[in-house]
């Protein structure tokens, strides 16, 4: 049967299990909307406020279900809006496949309306992009953007395709009438075939258990692969046979609970002291899914500096990128980790010695609510008690990200959502918005700043006008909080362009977009306020809670640039 390349596109996005798309109608993509109207029984789509805001739904998706996420823009500034989103999401190697369109082909390169080289423009910050200029490749361009996008270390891809391409016409065969398989059993072949490409031998984990064997403090440093990979239950047996303790990155938070003995929490510049103090008295460090981040390590040469580094990542790349390792496994992380389990003893004896407990319970003492001033421990804790433990957390950038970081007892993978490698203000309520529609029964709770949220606070459109029972919890200091910290300790007091004041009023905004707002400035109030929050969203509402805080309360510890992890600033 012949389809347009419209048609194709949507009939296709179907086959490879898409029940969401984000984006915003415009002339390029006319037909594309056309296809999508008639099939909205198959597709929802969500119209978003701005085109950056639709690719961080799609990435919120993404990290949150672990499916790839969708977004949908138009030519020229509709596609260049996508590409903060687009940078973020690869970043934190996140499965986003972003669909622009453009110009007519023969428009192409003649500087033509709304026409931009957003190929070119995005090569850069995908894993890879296809312009379309055959109707008869576009199903199978668009099966490929998907594997590519999943398979290995996952990542956005880009797909354009200029408008005449949608209205042609060619046949259409579906991946269940073209291989034997039906579209799973080959979806399944082909990522297979993509994920085994590099792998490891029985030999090198022969060579990890040795390492580890011949070790007396060995530390697992978890990063973000360790979720994406769905590795928790390896990565907590691991811990448990050494009794070492596991350290987080800020996109491995999850990777085990937050509560776990062993779990000494974030490790790197804002880390805790228990991490950072941890990893320079251990003489094996086992790098698990993770980058060795410059806010990880600080000061490179003095990371780890008594141990021996163990790197275990599906990318190759990565490897020696940052921190020079002894030994490293290429593969995939679950599978690695299962592999090298087998190979250990049920019981490693180590010489922590109970070290690292006491760490955990004298290094920092616990900035505790007093007073009637809002403390961003009592806030972050009280919103997670209030929600229990299957909730879901989305940050944006800034203080409050890092109070999150710490505060927030993520439970499991995939419960704690934040822009990590770009650091996008403004990725909050967009990721949150994906993140609610692709766990409906999970609360959803989004954590900001009176900063991140100006550059956002239009979606608040999107949630009322699509009912999304969201709880933005909005710390207020009238500031750019963690530039207003640096210029504190670091510019000697000089508050340059860091006082946002105090406007806009937040509930008043939030009720314009007919979202319920309420305001807190003891902890008398802000209880209150989450208990009407608990009652809307019971009632399937959204709600914003502003909470105002000190505007001098500082994110810490703190790692000063150029210093060693475990010179803190406490």
Not at 175 to 181: I, W
Not at 410 to 435: D, V
Request: glycine share 10%; net charge neutral; proline share 5%.
């Amino acid at each position: 049967m012949k389809y347009s390349g419209a048609r194709i596109l949507v009939e296709a996005l179907v086959e490879e299990g898409v029940d969401t798309v984000f984006g915003i109608p415009g002339g390029s993509v006319l037909k594309i909307y056309d296809e999508l109207y008639r099939h909205r029984d198959r597709i929802r789509h969500i119209l978003v406020s701005h085109e950056q805001h639709a690719v961080h739904a799609a990435d919120g998706y993404a990290r949150s279900s672990g499916r790839t996420g969708v977004c949908i823009a138009t030519s020229g500034p509709g596609a260049t809006n996508l590409v903060t989103g687009i940078a973020a999401a690869y970043m934190d190697s996140s499965p986003v496949v972003a669909i622009t369109g453009n110009v007519p082909l023969h428009l192409l390169g003649k500087d033509s309306f709304q026409e931009v080289d957003i190929a070119g423009i995005t090569m850069p910050v995908v894993k890879h992009n296809w312009i379309v200029k055959n109707v008869k490749e576009l199903a199978e361009v668009i099966r490929e953007a998907f594997i590519v996008a999943e398979s290995g270390r996952p990542g956005p891809v880009l797909i354009d395709i200029p408008s005449d391409i949608c209205a042609a016409e060619t046949e259409y065969l579906s991946v269940a009438d073209s291989s034997r398989g039906g579209v799973q059993g080959e979806r399944a072949r082909r990522l297979a075939e993509r994920g085994e490409r590099v792998t490891f031998d029985s030999g090198d984990i022969e060579k990890a258990a040795k390492l580890i064997l011949e070790s007396s403090r060995p530390m697992i440093y978890a990063g973000g692969g360790a979720i994406i990979s769905g590795a928790s239950k390896e990565l907590a047996e691991l811990a448990e046979r050494l009794n070492a303790p596991v350290a987080t990155s800020l996109m491995g938070i999850g990777a085990v609970p937050g509560d776990y003995r062993l779990c000494t929490g974030l490790i790197g510049m804002h880390g805790t002291a228990a991490s950072n103090k941890a990893v320079q008295k251990a003489d094996l460090l086992i790098a698990a899914g993770s980058r060795f981040s410059d806010r990880v390590t600080s000061r490179a040469d003095r990371f780890a500096r008594n141990a021996k580094i163990l790197h275990m990542d599906i990318d190759p790349a990565e490897v020696n990128k940052n921190i020079q390792s002894d030994f490293w496994i290429i593969g995939d992380l679950k599978k690695t980790l299962a592999a090298l389990i087998k190979k250990l003893p049920a019981s490693v004896k180590t010489a922590w010695n109970g070290e690292i407990e006491k760490l955990k319970a004298g290094i920092p003492a616990r900035q505790k609510q007093t007073g009637q001033v809002l403390h961003p421990e009592f806030i972050v804790k009280q919103t997670a008690g209030k929600l229990g433990p299957g909730a879901i957390a989305v940050t944006d950038v800034g203080q409050h990200q890092m109070w999150a970081a710490r505060y927030y007892p993520a439970f499991g993978p995939r419960s704690f959502i934040t822009p990590g490698g770009l650091g996008a203000m403004g990725f909050g309520l967009g990721a949150a918005i994906g993140a609610k529609l692709a766990n409906p029964e999970r609360p959803v709770v989004l954590f900001t700043g009176d900063g991140s949220f100006r550059m956002n606070s239009p979606e608040l459109g999107t949630v009322s006008a699509r009912k999304i029972p969201l709880l933005i919890v909005l710390l207020n200091n009238s500031g750019l909080g963690m530039v207003r910290q640096w210029q504190k300790l670091f510019c000697g007091g000089n508050f340059c362009e860091t006082d946002l004041g105090e406007t806009p009023d937040f509930p008043i905004l939030a009720n314009a977009y007919g979202v319920s707002g309420f305001r807190a400035k003891t902890p008398g109030e802000f209880t209150a306020a989450l208990d009407k929050a608990m009652v809307h969203l019971a009632e399937s509402r959204a709600v914003l809670v502003e909470a105002v805080i000190d505007r001098n309360e500082m994110v810490l510890p703190m790692v000063p640039g150029g210093r060693p992890v475990d010179e803190q600033i406490l």
